[in-house]
């Protein structure tokens, strides 16, 4: 489908995401010449009003459609963000009377963070009730999906530190680029370990250089290390021996007596035995990721994970028995082939595990991943099926006692829905909430890993970059240390 935006440059960007909510593969036209269609948009101020007045004209005949789209600025959002906003609103009003489809329970939040929204409206105090009519109103969301960002981000509040907390203190990300095999949907960094274990060994070297390059300078400042997450790829899948460097070099360099959060993704249960987690165990992880994403054989096996629902039962107990007690479990709604029935299978056995920590991942087909470009050979569920399997999942957590306490979006959704991390009061991983909603600085060691660093003032950000290439990693690491250190220095003067 190819579209021609007619309007100001800044409308112009904010509107493609809209357009490919009913397009997904949108191509945007420079001209309408040769466009399927084109949408003409006209902002102004109307008596305080912010007014987005829209047409859709279709190349090829059929009717001009308009609707004209109105709303108020609330308060401290900028005029241009106003109309930007108004603006979306129009283009998905027209395009759900051109397709006569509905635009889904998201309505115009397009973002990964609809959270961050909701923290600037409670940072000025906003009452709840009117917080959720809002979003409704202005934002164009479900009833069910206002109700469940006031409620993720109002639980997140006490974790959050506020301006002049917040540069005391960072959170650490280790990114280990190797995994067993590569599952179809993935599109992170995950070498396997088959074809490249030539380079586990000069990129741990690498990692050790980066933490404690790093770590020496954070001592060095008195930063508190809040939290610490070792994710990838697979982490566990790296040789004892090697995974047991990692995690002194964490000890030594990068722990605080502030730090009272560790997690490892032990993601892949066929990476996971006595030794393994007894050396986790024996460095401090108080949180370990178990990720089944399926129980139901056949599943994994068209997925590409070697591993069956007894290895996840038989790693649960394993981990239980060396005294883990904060265990997260990750599980994807709309896998290949599965459907409500799939679902139920899957959650009836992950009830008797009793996991801390649900984090409920609706399948996103990923640029890079072979789903995307193998997608004709997979059954996907439809969007209201995703949606039905996702509130199934909702109610089975919160039946296990589990409040959500963070919330992202990523493009290319089934039923363009969301992930969400739910865990028992207490178990809330407070490195994903810090992650997510941009309220401290992030470190990213390790390959293909990203750093965020954080102004307190107005929560602006920069973030930078490893590459995700291990080589390109081991090669360049003084380089990156260099980068990361001239940057905390630069952040400790603030």
């Known amino acids: 489908m190819n579209v021609h935006l007619d309007c100001q440059e800044d409308l112009v960007r904010a509107c493609h995401d809209i357009v490919r909510v009913f397009y997904p593969e949108a191509i945007f036209a420079a001209a309408p ?22 047409a859709l004209l279709p190349a090829r005949g059929g009717e001009r459609l308009a609707f004209t789209a109105s709303d108020e600025r609330y308060p401290g959002e900028a005029r241009h963000n106003a109309q930007k906003r108004v603006a979306k609103l129009a283009v998905k009003a027209l395009l759900e009377r051109y397709t006569i489809r509905e635009a889904g329970p998201w309505g115009i939040l397009t973002g990964i963070r609809p959270t961050k929204i909701v923290h600037r409206m409670l940072d000025q105090d906003w009452p709840g009730e009117r917080l959720e009519l809002f979003l409704h109103k202005s934002y164009a969301l479900s009833a069910e999906k206002s109700h469940l960002l006031r409620e993720v981000a109002e639980l997140q509040r006490s974790f959050l530190h506020t301006g002049e907390e917040a540069g005391k203190f960072v959170s650490v990300y280790i990114g280990i680029p190797f995994c067993p095999t590569r ?3 993935c599109s992170f960094p995950a070498y396997g370990l088959e074809r490249y274990r030539a380079w586990v060994e000069p990129f741990v070297a690498a990692l050790l250089e980066e933490i404690q390059g790093v770590g020496r300078v954070l001592k060095e400042l008195g930063l508190e290390v809040e939290t610490i997450y070792i994710g990838g790829g697979t982490p566990t899948s790296l040789p004892v021996d090697k ?5 002194q070099a964490v000890d030594e360099w990068l722990k605080t007596p502030g730090t009272w959060e560790f997690t490892v993704e032990a993601g892949r249960p066929d990476t996971i035995n006595a030794e393994v987690l007894g050396l986790m165990r024996g460095h401090g992880v108080s949180r370990l990721s178990i990720n089944p994403q399926s129980m139901n054989p056949q599943t994994l096996k068209a997925i590409g994970r070697a591993h069956s629902p007894g290895d996840v039962v038989r790693a649960m107990g394993l981990a239980r028995n060396l005294g883990f007690t904060n265990i997260n479990m990750d599980l994807i709604i709309g896998l290949p082939g599965e ?18 920590n ?13 789903l995307k470009e193998q997608r004709g050979d997979y059954t996907l569920a439809e969007a209201g099926e995703v949606s039905g399997m996702l509130n199934l ?16 979006r990523q493009k290319q959704m089934l039923g363009h829905l969301e992930n969400v991390g739910f865990a028992k009061p207490g178990y809330e991983c407070v490195y994903n909430i810090q992650m997510m909603e941009e309220r401290q600085t992030i470190l990213g060691l390790g390959g293909g890993s990203g750093s965020k660093w954080v102004n307190p003032a107005g929560w602006s950000l920069e973030a930078s970059y490893n590459p995700k290439d291990p080589r390109n990693y081991f090669e360049r690491v003084e380089e990156l240390i260099g980068r990361k250190v001239e940057k905390l220095r630069a952040l400790s003067c603030r």
């Open 393 to 408: 999942t909702y109610n089975e957590a919160r039946e296990a006692g589990m409040r959500p306490y963070y919330l992202y």
């Open 339 to 356: 459907g409500l029935e799939e679902i139920r299978q899957t959650l009836e056995q992950i009830r008797v595990l009793a996991p801390e």
């Open 33 to 54: 010449e040769g466009a399927d269609f084109s949408v003409r948009l006209e902002p102004r101020i109307d008596e305080g009003l912010v007014v987005v007045e829209g």
């Open 243 to 247: 995974l047991g460097q990692i995690l």
């Open 358 to 370: 649900i984090t409920v991942h609706t399948l996103a087909i990923k640029r890079a991943s072979s």
């Open 183 to 185: 599952c179809v949907y």
